[in-house]
């Protein structure tokens, strides 16, 4: 009994041990330029079907970092500026049902290829010395073009394309956790939320690269 005790206390204090060498002592992650890629799932759904996911890239600057003192994980918090772009294609079955609707023939390849371009800053906070957890907010707009067959319609005879094309404006949060496997690389997922037009991914799997 008294070997299993000491096997037991030996492995705790191993793990504790191990535990407090993972444990932030200061704030890393998010000073200087990081550069993000990633592949999401479609931010629409509805009237339009994604036909590939979305692929992003963003990066960010560091604006501070190392504000918040803690006991357990010594100087941490930190706050980025930075920007993302995402595109995505979709198959517009509104504009197919539509045409088919109405006897205009040839129209059977309706798409739309949307452009997500938008500003973001986030609060970085380091519980362990590799892994970066944050959340913030992001705005800017989605463009959505039309491609494939155009067609116009009664009574003004305008295109399709001419007529829908349009930008909507995006706002809302994104959270994720990135871990780093050293100082330039990172793999992490991100969950994204647009308020305004369901145009961002809701959740992506990144590759971050730190500069």
């Known amino acids: 009994m008294k070997k299993v005790f000491a096997f037991v206390l030996a492995a705790m204090t191993f793990v504790s041990a191990n535990a407090g060498n993972q444990r932030a002592t200061g704030m890393t992650m998010v ?31 560091g604006l501070a970092s190392g504000f918040i003192n803690t006991k357990h994980f010594g100087n941490n918090g930190g706050i980025d500026l930075g920007f993302q772009y ?5 198959d517009d079955t509104f504009f197919e049902n539509w045409a088919y609707a109405h006897m205009i023939p040839g129209v059977d390849n309706c798409g739309l290829m949307e452009h997500l371009i938008i500003l973001r800053s986030a609060f970085h906070y380091q519980f362990l010395k590799k892994l970066d957890t944050y959340m913030g907010f992001h705005g800017g707009v989605a463009l959505s073009i039309p491609t494939g067959d155009d067609f116009y319609y009664e009574p003004k005879h305008q295109t399709r394309k001419d007529q829908w094309d349009h930008v909507n404006g995006v706002f809302g949060m994104y959270s994720g956790g990135t ?13 994204e939320n647009d308020w305004l037009d369901s145009a961002t991914p809701s959740v992506s799997a990144k590759v971050q690269f730190r500069f």
């Not at 509805?46 to 992003?56: D, E, I, T, W, Y």
């Not at 871990?179 to 969950?191: H, K, L, M, R, T």
């Open 86 to 90: 995402a595109i995505c294609g979709y």
């Open 179 to 191: 871990w780093y496997f050293n100082e330039s690389i990172g793999a992490g997922i991100e969950f």
């Open 31 to 61: 000073d200087g330029f990081k550069l993000g890629l990633g592949v999401g799932v479609p931010g629409w759904n509805g009237n339009c079907k994604a036909v590939m996911p979305m692929l992003s890239v963003d990066g960010a600057f």
